[in-house]
């Protein structure tokens, strides 16, 4: 392995590859970091809307599994480079979009994790607000204040949970490693307790496991299924799309690959479809407790009484802050950092991705695109799926996993290509992205772009499966027809 160079313009000692001092992960802490990125209100919400757009219960927890095991494949196989060559995702980009284009990928990760950031904070502070609500009866209401649209109350507790989340952004990824190991367990009891205490007070599960699909002969949506089963599919491709990208940014620390891999592969699917199947099982409870199903878990700590609102409490703002800082923080810390190492640590990195999702006031950017949620799981999909699909190709493919690492923080390496930039990355990315736009415009705005051809729409609905196959495909043959000898692409020379 060449030795990345402390003097270059590309290098800080966060970026920097990981030493063997440092890759102390083994594969519980990746089972545990997955158990608490997705113990979550949006992932414990996923089965919820599936079975809104009419699947049965048991259609939607396999949806779920399904998705999740999909993109557990892309993961593992972007998750490799971070355990081989101790580099984060931003730098891996730079081996096929150059040392310069490496942070046109890294941005549009970073820029979207902002507002990410904010939205799950803005819950994690409405979590808290709407149960110390209950513990007050409602002392905490008053009018909104102007020009914010919301109330003081409101404001303190979202910047309370605001600031509990610097603490982790001052400390590290090992406090972060820390926290998700330390709650994991916790989250898991905390769960059968929340199904122990729904069987007791409903005396069963209720009826809804039984409940039928709208897509039977005779229902709502029959014969329906496929054109609902594939958007609903790429949406649970998208919910972890970001991950599937900037998991190098985790298995960097693995002692080993095996570690990673087998950490990752019970994390991630297990626990989803598990949350999912637990989400149906008390959803069907409560409309035995309370006549009406009751998705959001916010609104069920709601109604609970005595200590188990606070243990509520306790356990939705522990959930949210978990998912938030790993899924939310440590790409966009790494991404910043790779635009002006110089100058932008990962702390740095972290602590401008928390000010950035301060000023976008997340309650209004979640007001404006809440109706469109699974639009934009999917819409942003169809970004990512692409340079998914660059990033496996050149690594697997194209450099049979080999890296010359020094290289990659060398403004005059192999991986400079012309002026820092990749062309031909640039053009598979575009070209992975394009098909997709039509049917996202009208999905998201059907009444400005309702004239779109029915196969753009039909390729809408396979973005992330559309993006990562144009854009691996055009990138691998591109690059096998550049006119350039073997060392310039990267491939192994002994030196990696």
């Not at 904010?118 to 909104?144: C, E, F, H, K, R």
């Not at 949210?320 to 100058?343: E, H, I, Q």
């Amino acid at each position: 392995m060449s030795p990345a160079s402390p003097s270059s313009e590309l290098y800080n000692e966060d970026l920097a590859p990981t030493s063997p001092t440092q890759r102390t992960w083994r594969w519980y802490h990746f089972a545990a970091l997955w158990v608490g990125m997705v113990m979550c209100i949006p992932s414990y919400m996923l089965a919820g809307g599936l079975i809104d757009q009419g699947m049965s219960p048991m259609q939607a927890v396999s949806t779920v599994l399904l998705g999740n095991i999909i993109v557990l494949v892309p993961m593992l196989l972007i998750g490799h480079a971070g355990a081989k060559h101790g580099i984060p995702y931003a730098v891996l980009a730079r081996a096929s979009f150059g040392t310069q284009g490496g942070k046109l990928p890294a941005l549009l990760r970073a820029v979207v994790a902002c507002g990410w950031y904010g939205i799950q904070t803005w819950l994690g502070g409405s979590a808290i607000y709407t149960l110390l609500n209950i513990i007050t009866a409602n002392a905490l209401v008053s009018a909104p204040l102007a020009g914010l649209g919301i109330n003081l109350a409101q404001l303190l507790c979202f910047l309370a949970f605001w600031g509990f989340q610097l603490y982790f952004i001052a400390h590290g990824m090992e406090s972060i490693r820390w926290l998700e190991s330390l709650s994991a367990p916790f989250k898991v009891f905390m769960c059968a307790v929340l199904l122990w205490w729904v069987s007791q007070h409903a005396k069963g599960f209720g009826d809804m496991l039984s409940l039928p699909s709208q897509f039977d002969a005779g229902g709502k949506k029959a014969g329906q299924f496929w054109s609902v089963f594939w958007p609903s599919l790429t949406g649970m491709v998208g919910f972890w799309a970001t991950l599937a990208l900037n998991i190098p940014d985790f298995t960097r620390f693995a002692k080993s690959q095996r570690e990673q891999f087998v950490g990752q592969a019970i994390g991630l699917p297990v626990p989803m479809g598990l949350l999912a199947l637990m989400s149906v099982l008390v959803t069907s409870a409560t409309v035995v407790l309370y006549g009406k199903a009751i998705w959001d878990p916010v609104d069920l700590a709601g109604r609970l009484t005595g200590v188990g609102v606070g243990v509520a409490l306790l356990v939705l703002t522990l959930d949210t802050m978990c998912c938030n800082l790993a899924a939310n923080l440590v790409g966009p810390a790494y991404d910043f950092s790779s635009l002006y190492p110089r100058a932008i640590s990962y702390k740095r990195g972290g602590f401008l991705t928390a000010g950035i999702a301060l000023v976008m006031v997340p309650w209004k950017l979640l007001e404006s695109t809440q109706g469109y949620i699974f639009t934009w799981l999917i819409g942003y999909s169809a970004l990512l799926g692409p340079i998914a699909g660059i990033l496996i190709v050149d690594y697997f493919l194209l450099r049979k996993t080999e890296l010359v690492v020094g290289e990659l923080f060398d403004e005059n390496g192999r991986y400079q290509y012309r002026n820092g930039w990749n062309g031909i990355a640039v053009l598979a990315f575009i070209l992975g992205v394009l098909p997709n736009v039509p049917g996202f415009l009208n999905t998201a705005f059907p009444s400005a772009f309702s004239g779109v051809p029915d196969g753009f729409k039909m390729i809408y609905t396979y973005a992330w499966f559309v993006g990562i196959l144009i854009a691996g495909v055009v990138y691998g043959v591109l690059m096998k027809l550049r006119k350039a000898p073997a060392t310039s692409l990267g491939v192994s020379t002994g030196e990696a």
